[in-house]
């Protein structure tokens, strides 16, 4: 059974797979990482693929899950870690596009911040049609991910700017194709600002990629502390969540 941590059907996935959880912090983004705090949880609650809680581990028994998924499915791959994970072989990553490549009909959306090791790993490899590529861009001392993504010959190309934690500036978004933005959750979350959300829509918009609004998080537009539920996502009074042209 696939875990639905962080994402619902509203968005921009509708399954996640996991045959690897845990991982160690990369970047600022990851200060108040939300699968760190749910593998404790689910430590804590006797979940069997969890005993190892937050450290890497590989879960050869979920490698298959998609081959009993019917129907066609956006599929967010490693919501509980990182699949370029300097502690996963990539004769494992091997593995797992072996049942990708089996599953055309699903889209694999594949999200990272070790775009090095991403890169690296495509270098002798091609990338399937049904997959994603996308790395995370949250401060401005992560946009040189973006020069690792652009390059690759994904059907999709995207960034993830969640959480935001501060205002990017000016990005170069040639060659990619989406861009999603979400403020940061939970009681320790960063507050971001509106001014830095418009300031990647008006790039994104004239750059012709797709803008995705996911969410305020636990800081509202207002800039008032609450439930991220009652912040919502709308932004300038609407919901923008564009997904990108296929």
């Given amino acids: 059974m696939s875990e639905k941590i ?7 996935t509708d399954k996640t797979w996991n045959p690897i959880t ?26 069997e693929k ?11 028994r979920c490698l298959t899950e998609p081959l009993s998924w019917k129907g066609n499915h956006n599929i967010f791959v490693c919501s509980m870690s990182d699949i370029y994970h300097e502690d996963v072989p ?17 889209r694999y959306q594949i999200l990272t911040k070790r ?46 700017c969640e959480p ?4 990017l500036e000016e990005i170069n978004l040639a060659g990619i194709d989406w861009v999603i933005v979400g403020g940061e959750s939970g009681p320790q979350a960063r507050p971001m600002q509106e001014s830095w959300v418009l300031n990647i829509r008006k790039q ?11 969410q305020w998080g636990t800081w509202g537009s207002d800039g008032i502390k609450r439930n991220k ?18």
């Fill in 204 to 214: 994104v918009e004239e750059q012709g990629a797709r803008f995705f609004f996911k």
């Fill in 90 to 106: 990539f004769e494992f990553v091997d593995r797992m596009f072996n049942v990708i490549k089996q599953m055309p009909q699903h």
């Fill in 115 to 160: 775009a090095e090791r991403m890169k690296e790993y495509f270098s002798t490899r091609n990338i399937p049609e049904n997959v994603w590529l996308g790395v995370t861009v949250e401060a401005k001392t992560s946009r040189y991910r973006i020069d690792l993504l652009r390059n690759l010959p994904a059907s999709v190309k995207f960034l993830s």
């Fill in 164 to 167: 935001l934690v501060e205002d």
């Fill in 22 to 47: 845990g991982c160690t912090k990369k970047s600022t983004g990851c200060l108040h990482c939300y699968a760190e705090v749910m593998s404790r949880r689910l430590k804590a609650m006797g979940q």
């Fill in 229 to 246: 539920h009652a912040n919502g996502k709308l932004l300038k009074g609407k919901i923008i969540q564009e997904m990108p042209k296929i």
């Fill in 6 to 12: 962080s994402l619902d059907s509203s968005e921009w």
């Fill in 50 to 60: 969890y005993v190892n809680g937050f450290t890497v581990t590989l879960h050869e």
